[in-house]
Every structure is written in C-alpha cells, then in structure tokens.
C-alpha cells in the first residue's frame, strides 16, 4: 500500500525549533518530487516547500523562506521539514505530498498530516 | 503574489449539479488541479491538468477550462460529496504553488 506517515510534531514555543519526518512506503520514494502543505485551524491549505527527486531543486514559499529547510534521504525513503524561528502563524496541520510521475503539480499521495502548535 | 479566487460555498441538493469556479489569471501552461477534503481527512486529488481525472476518481468528477475561468463540475451530486474542495495552480514561472481559498459544498 503506497502510503506517508508523518511525524515529529508537537508544541513549541515561538523562536524554537521542530524537525517534521515524513516516512514513505510502497513506492519508489527516489523517483517523486516530494511537497509539504499546510492548514492552518479552520483554515485552507498552503504550499510550503517542495523537492525534486535528486533533491537538486527546492523551493520555499515566501511565508518559510529563510526559516524552513526542505531535505529527504533517499536511502530511508523519508522527507524531512526543519523548522526554525517559528512563529504563531506557523501553527497548523503539517502534510507531506507525493508529486505525481505524470504530473509533478498534482499532489497524488497524501499524508494524514501531524500538528504543530506555535504558542507561549 | 500570485492568487487563486474560490466561492466560500456552494449549496446544492442531491442529484443536482454542482460548479465550483476558480478565478485567476493565468496562461495556457499554468493548469489547475482540483482536491476535495473532506472533514478531519487529507486532500484527495479529484483533477489534474485542469480536466484530466486520476483513476479511481468517479466520473461524476469533471474539470473545464474557458478563455476565463476554470470550473469544477460535480454531476449527480451525493450526501458524501458533502466536503471542502481546493483548486491549485502554479505561479508563471511554474516553480511555486498556489492554492485557492478552497469552497465549502454543502447538500441540501
């Protein structure tokens, strides 16, 4: 069964740090580009980060850039999310998503996503 | 920045069809994907390449694309169609991705 599961989340105080870990199974983790999207409470969904199979390309959203690192290692089939000087806004349902082969904008897989909580 | 406008929500009775629009401008390579989450689930892709439907998805399911607008279109509306539904784009220089505000469907 092809499947993610993530992990790593919890509360934190602003300023702090996170690591999220995203384990995958069932496929070729080293042939996807992977993604993280957010959800805030109640809210919609939000693109953070995105990594190319070879990790040779990645991408931030302007929300994280500078304070989120997107990495994987292929070898234990797991996507990673390093999460530093987090903010309140930060706060929300983390999910990592598989970049379809036939399509790397569609997000085929998805995780069942972990909390990170952001508050004093 | 690049930005994507849903409808909050959408209401329709069963069996009815329903269209979810998705406004923004874009050109003929920023295509748009739909997902529908429903309540305490992850997204679950429904169209891909603004009309294409991943397997699995049923056919009730449709995605078009005019000179203006990209729609949604849910034929034969059931109760468990009942959920949040997002449409997704790429901004031009087809690195970032954006998703709209996303519609509630509510049935009747």
């Known amino acids: 069964e092809v499947q993610l599961v993530e992990s790593g989340g919890g509360l934190v105080k602003p300023g702090g740090s996170l690591r999220l870990s995203c384990a995958a199974s069932?496929?070729?983790?080293?042939?996807?580009?992977m993604n993280w999207v957010r959800q805030a409470p109640g809210k919609g969904l939000e693109w953070v980060s995105a990594i190319n199979s070879a990790a040779y390309f990645i991408y931030y959203s302007d929300s994280v850039k500078g304070r989120f690192t997107i990495s994987r290692d292929n070898a234990k089939s797991s996507l990673f999310l390093q999460m530093n000087s987090l903010r309140a806004d930060d706060t929300g349902l983390y999910f990592c998503?598989?970049?379809?082969?036939?399509?790397?904008?569609?997000?085929?897989?998805w995780g069942q996503g972990i909390l990170v909580t952001v508050s004093s | 920045s690049y930005e994507l406008a849903q409808p909050p929500s959408v209401s329709v009775s069963p069996g009815q069809t329903a269209r979810i629009t998705c406004s923004g401008d874009?050109?003929?390579?920023?295509?748009t994907y739909w997902y529908q989450q429903r309540p305490g689930q992850a997204p679950v892709l429904l169209i891909y390449?603004?009309?294409e439907r991943p397997s699995g998805i049923p056919q009730r399911f449709s995605g078009s694309r005019s000179a203006t607008t990209v729609t949604l279109t849910i034929s034969g509306v059931q109760a468990e169609d009942e959920a949040d539904y997002y449409c997704q784009s790429t901004d031009n220089s087809g690195d970032y991705v954006v998703f709209g505000g996303g519609t509630k469907l509510t049935v009747l």
């Open positions: 390449k603004d009309r």
């Open positions: 874009r050109s003929a390579k920023q295509h």
């Open positions: 998503a598989r970049s379809a082969n036939y399509d790397s904008n569609a997000f085929d897989i």
């Open positions: 069932g496929f070729t983790f080293s042939d996807y580009t």
